[in-house]
């Protein structure tokens, strides 16, 4: 996703209620009062990944952490509910002195950001949900991939990651060693945790109430997260946009950066419902369906 020029976050460890967590800050110019955008990552993922957002998004602050026993955050030493990582989220803005953002959140940090935007509804302006589902009800992914999900061996040996990487992910294996090489091996109860956070969870209940504009992307060839859960969230959702990724797989935010990253800045762009709230009162349709990628 490297589109921007090169620029580097600011990374802090505070305490956020009883948790240490590790921060990660990428300042932006400022420009137009563009609001921050607050990332939740995919499961066992460090904050690392998410430098590429870092560089193609330049007008904004983005802000992600390590959840607790990912990266270099410590564990936590209960299991947790998705509705605490959200809370512990919206400590993390109040610690940077943010009101108002922009979520966004990949497979595990997808579900993680509809949960956020439930809780804290009117702080969120726009959502853009990638390669994610609503949670327990949902079209459940192949099994050959799903097994190999549930191995943290994936994050420490790099020659299973990239025998295996086109059967987890969809995705080109040429592109196994550049994902390899910014990947941290979490804490096993960390790891764990987060298999058991989304346990008997789900956002159909919620989804239908959310009165924020969001986009859905989400590859045809994703073996995680089949493509039939993107549409379960858009007939959910109240202000959809869907985006599929023509030869996606599940790792498309950097398979296919130089497709996707046009296709948010066109999203972010638009009037929403912080700015424009008059543009969306009542109208279920307020925003196209795009099923096939635009030109780029």
Not at 14 to 30: C, D, E, M, Q, Y
Request: glycine residues 8%; aromatic residues 10%; hydrophobic residues 40%.
């Amino acid at each position: 996703m490297s589109l921007g020029e090169k620029r580097y976050p600011e990374i802090r460890y505070p305490v956020i209620g009883k948790h240490k967590i590790r921060t990660a800050r990428w300042l932006g110019t400022g420009e137009d009062n563009v609001r921050p955008l607050l990332f939740f990552n995919g499961i066992g993922a460090n904050l690392e990944l998410v430098a590429p957002l870092g560089e193609a998004f330049m007008r904004r602050d983005i802000v992600t952490f390590d959840m607790p026993g990912v990266g270099r955050s410590k564990p936590t030493l209960l299991p947790y509910r998705p509705w605490q990582m959200a809370r512990l989220a919206a400590k993390v803005m109040d610690h940077f002195g943010y009101d108002k953002v922009d979520v966004m959140g990949v497979s595990w940090g997808g579900a993680l950001a509809q949960q956020f935007a439930f809780q804290y509804q009117k702080r969120v302006g726009q959502l853009v949900l990638a390669a994610t589902s609503p949670g327990v009800i949902m079209v459940p992914g192949k099994w050959k991939a799903l097994s190999k999900m549930g191995n943290p061996r994936r994050y420490i040996d790099p020659e299973y990651m990239r025998r295996n990487f086109n059967a987890l992910y969809g995705d080109e294996t040429g592109k196994a060693d550049k994902h390899i090489l910014n990947l941290m091996p979490p804490h096993p109860r960390g790891y764990l945790y987060q298999m058991l956070a989304f346990s008997g969870w789900s956002s159909l209940p919620f989804l239908p109430f959310l009165k924020i504009p969001t986009l859905i992307l989400a590859g045809d060839r994703d073996n995680i997260i089949p493509l039939a859960n993107a549409k379960l969230l858009k007939m959910a959702l109240k202000y959809p946009e869907i985006y599929v990724v023509k030869g996606g797989g599940h790792l498309f935010m950097v398979s296919k950066a130089h497709e996707i990253v046009p296709v948010m800045r066109d999203f972010f762009n638009k009037a929403d419902a912080l700015s424009r709230p008059e543009l969306f009162r009542g109208r279920r349709h307020a925003m196209p369906d795009r099923e096939t990628p635009a030109v780029v």
